[in-house]
T-cell receptor
Framework: DGGITQSPKYLFRKEGQNVTLSCEQN?????MYWYRQDPGQGLRLIYY???????QKGDIAEGYSVSREKKESFPLTVTSAQKNPTAFYLC?????????????FGPGTRLTVL | GQQVMQIPQYQHVQEGEDFTTYCNSS?????IQWYKQRPGGHPVFLIQ?????EVKKQKRLTFQFGEAKKNSSLHITATQTTDVGTYFC??????????FGTGTLLAVQP
């Protein structure tokens, strides 16, 4: 089955620790995205990548970092510099890299920083 | 910055009643997408509208894109408990950026 996988589903970390969230897709999509969702809120774009070895900041990139070494993978690191990291993190991908297409979302990772 | 607002933020209906959520952008959008997120789940694509004034239907769901391409609506006829969830619109602006709306949470009482 083609799709997007995110792991883990739930993640707990102590304040001050960096944590990396995994996102893998086997849809052969060019573009990948990371969104943050807070309770009762919409989705806010953290980073996106339209091609391997290239990525751009979204609206709330501060305190986050990404890499795109492979087409299938787009891991997100939540650093200790992120002031309020507890949130639901969603990875998405879309076909093509010129026009933003339909977003296919993974199941998400709920990060709680204690 | 550009915003896409949705109203209402929350709506509670009795099963069988109709439901409408409205999406409004501060600037013109090249197209608009709609997503549904079930409680505890992730957003799932429903439909995309591209043309000014376009109307599309999916069974009990009717989607409309405004003439000025700044607003959109989703109407559900005779809601069912399976319609429960948060409905998001998302529009592509002039810079080719996808902007998600704030979402409308629909609760359906059986």
């Amino acid at each position: 089955d083609g799709g997007i996988t995110q792991s883990p589903k739930y993640l707990f970390r102590k304040e001050g620790q960096n944590v990396t969230l995994s996102c893998e897709q086997n849809l052969n999509h060019d573009a990948m995205y990371w969104y943050r969702q807070d309770p009762g809120q919409g989705l806010r774009l953290i980073y996106y990548s339209q091609i391997v070895n290239d990525f751009q900041k979204g609206d709330i990139a501060e305190g986050y970092s990404v890499s795109r070494e492979k087409k299938e993978s787009f891991p997100l690191t939540v650093t200790s510099a992120q002031k309020n990291p507890t949130a639901f993190y969603l990875c998405a991908s879309s076909i093509g890299n010129r026009v933003v297409g339909t977003q296919y979302f993974g199941p998400g990772t709920r990060l709680t920083v204690l | 910055g550009q915003q896409v607002m949705q109203i209402p933020q929350y709506q509670h209906v009795q099963e069988g009643e109709d439901f409408t959520t409205y999406c409004n952008s501060s600037t013109t959008l090249s197209n608009i997408q709609w997503y549904k997120q079930r409680p505890g789940g992730h957003p799932v694509f429903l439909i995309q509208l591209v043309k000014s004034g376009e109307v599309k239907k999916q069974k009990r769901l009717t989607f409309q894109f405004g003439e000025a391409k700044k607003n959109s609506s989703l109407h559900i006829t005779a809601t069912q408990t399976t319609d429960v969830g948060t409905y998001f619109c998302a529009g592509i602006d002039a810079t080719n950026k996808l902007i998600f709306g704030t979402g409308t949470l629909l609760a359906v009482q059986p």
